[in-house]
T-cell receptor, first 112, second 112 residues
Framework: KQEVTQIPAALSVPEGENLVLNCSFTDSAIYNLQWFRQDPGKGLTSLLLIQSSQREQTSGRLNASLDKSSGRSTLYIAASQPGDSATYLCAVITQGAQKLVFGQGTRLTINP | DAMVIQNPRYQVTQFGKPVTLSCSQTLNHNVMYWYQQKSSQAPKLLFHYYDKDFNNEADTPDNFQSRRPNTSFCFLDIRSPGLGDAAMYLC???????????FGPGTRLTVL
């Protein structure tokens, strides 16, 4: 059974710093992997989809990497801003049924 | 803009009084999902439709049912809400072959 872990559970950094959020998964036989952002009381916003054949994917200040063999993905946020404060969720897309298996999320706070 | 819409955004119901939550999409995606998310937890998949084919998760209570009358709309019916059903309910869609899911803003359900 696929399990996804995100460490740390919470992170607080000053504005302007570059930071890395970590995601690990137990079964390397994934279809793809998706990173989401969730603001309090809101739905999930898709940030990046990284296909299993890719090593990384970039969107603006965000860069996601994927190492399937070691069961790891990272989300790199450059030049963090207070508006980046949110919970970030990593989700593995399973093969076959293509369901999402979520990590518990990292709650990120960017301090002005 | 193509999107996933959920109505209402906030729903208050009484213990045991049936309630229906609505989801519509303009993405023309063939797969629609319903998730339950409780505070500080990851979303939990309740069921999904692949076109008209209904797929229930093994641990979804019988109290939860769903209807998909056409491609654009999907409904979540809670037959007899209990206090433990108070949560955020998220609808998502998926199309194409990447397995990427797109979420609506959610409906916050309160049970009195």
């Amino acid at each position: 059974k696929q399990e996804v872990t995100q460490i740390p559970a919470a992170l607080s950094v000053p504005e302007g710093e570059n930071l890395v959020l970590n995601c690990s998964f137990t079964d390397s036989a994934i279809y793809n992997l998706q990173w989401f952002r969730q603001d309090p009381g809101k739905g999930l916003t898709s940030l990046l989809l990284i296909q299993s054949s890719q090593r990384e994917q970039t969107s603006g200040r965000l860069n996601a990497s994927l190492d399937k063999s070691s069961g790891r993905s990272t989300l790199y946020i450059a030049a963090s801003q207070p508006g980046d404060s949110a919970t970030y969720l990593c989700a593995v897309i399973t093969q076959g049924a293509q369901k999402l298996v979520f990590g518990q999320g990292t709650r990120l706070t960017i301090n002005p | 803009d193509a999107m996933v819409i959920q109505n209402p955004r906030y729903q208050v119901t009484q213990f045991g009084k049936p309630v229906t939550l609505s989801c519509s999409q303009t993405l023309n995606h063939n797969v629609m999902y319903w998730y339950q998310q409780k505070s500080s937890q990851a979303p939990k998949l309740l069921f999904h439709y692949y076109d008209k084919d209904f797929n229930n998760e093994a641990d979804t209570p019988d109290n939860f049912q769903s209807r998909r009358p056409n491609t654009s709309f999907c409904f979540l019916d809670i037959r007899s809400p209990g206090l433990g059903d108070a949560a955020m309910y998220l609808c998502a869609t998926s199309g194409g072959n990447l397995g990427e899911q797109f979420f609506g803003p959610g409906t916050r359900l309160t049970v009195l």
